[in-house]
């Protein structure tokens, strides 16, 4: 086992008594792959044993749509929570778009529905309604265009007003308006793993952690945010800490993170304040292998909200 190829990716990571009882799914599941003509599109927060032992993509929200638009295989199975597997669908309404586990889903998903976009629409003739993409395909179906974290600033700017609403993230609004002259509408949800960091918590990390780089992902408070030394989506966190090698990081985001990029990163230390995203931690190798074996649980989208839904989408991607 020590030679595996693929335990050489998360030996830092995972100890080989714990890959003992990894092994016998990663391998399985990469038979399985092949055997359904399948792909593994896997989030910034799984686990070390999916990201690197089976995901065939990886990457954040962003990253995930756009590379969903491209896959060539006949099964995508979506290592992430639901809204992320709807959005795969709407860019491949004739594949088969398996999630793991139907119940991964998120606060931010929770915080919103159509209906409450109708009356922000009555409060505000006129303005744009830009949805996160952590938003389900009937919120997407009635806003005007999509964002992620990786792009929301360029996203509000692109359409030259000036004024948007931006739903339904009140903590991610909140920072882009401090970036951007666009006036912006917001919604009170939020993230319940990144609304738990608090400026309180960054300044005692400086304190016992002297010297250290605080990265924190744009759903934080803006409080937090201000005492960070950068903001970015969970991609460009990784892409920080890869070009720029700090001696000591903390990325005030969801656990699997640091998890995910220390192997390639083995002389930066990794101080982890973090929080687990529930939903995200549904997905397991257990669980993959299971999809792939019985094809459930497939994502479908009603006929009626594919094509707006999908048109907000392929407005954020097509800003370049
Ligand atoms: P990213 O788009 O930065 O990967 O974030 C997705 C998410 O759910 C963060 O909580
Ligand atoms: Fe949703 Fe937050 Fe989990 Fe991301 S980390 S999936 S925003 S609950």
Request: aromatic share 4%; proline share 6%.
């Amino acid at each position: 086992m020590p030679f595996d190829p693929i335990y050489q990716r998360v030996s830092h990571v995972i100890p080989p008594v714990e890959w003992a009882g990894m092994e016998a799914d990663v391998h399985a599941i990469q038979e399985l792959k092949r055997a359904r003509r399948a792909v593994i599109l896997a989030h910034n927060y799984q686990t070390p044993e999916i990201f690197h032992g089976v995901a065939d993509i990886v990457g954040d929200s962003l990253a995930l749509a756009r590379e969903a638009a491209k896959v060539e295989a006949d099964v995508i199975v979506l290592a992430g929570v639901h809204f992320m597997a709807e959005t795969a669908k709407l860019l491949n309404p004739e594949k088969t778009v398996l999630i793991p586990d139907a119940k991964a889903g998120c606060s931010l998903a929770e915080s919103i529905t159509p209906a409450d976009i109708a009356l922000l629409r009555a409060a505000h003739p006129g303005v744009p309604v830009v949805a996160y993409v952590n938003t389900s395909a009937a919120v997407k179906a009635a806003s005007d265009i999509c964002c992620t974290s990786g792009n929301a600033k360029k996203i509000v700017e692109s359409l030259g007003v000036p004024k948007v609403i931006m739903l339904p993230d009140e903590y991610l609004a909140q920072n882009i308006a401090r970036e951007t002259q666009v006036q912006i509408v917001t919604w009170a949800g939020h993230c319940e793993v990144h609304e738990r960091f608090t400026a309180a918590d960054i300044l005692a990390l400086r304190d016992s952690h002297p010297g250290v780089t605080v990265l924190a992902h744009p759903e934080c408070p803006p409080e937090v945010v201000a005492v960070a030394d950068y903001a970015g989506s969970t991609a460009d966190m990784a892409k920080f800490v890869t070009e720029k090698q700090p001696a000591r990081v903390a990325l005030i985001t969801e656990c699997s993170m640091s998890d995910n990029i220390a192997q390639a990163n083995q002389s930066i230390e990794f101080v982890r304040p973090c929080n687990l995203c529930p939903h995200m931690k549904r997905i397991t190798l257990a669980n993959i292998r299971a999809a792939l074996e019985t094809m459930q649980t497939e994502v479908l989208i009603a006929a009626d909200l594919v094509a707006p839904a999908r048109r907000a989408v392929e407005r954020m991607l097509a800003v370049k």
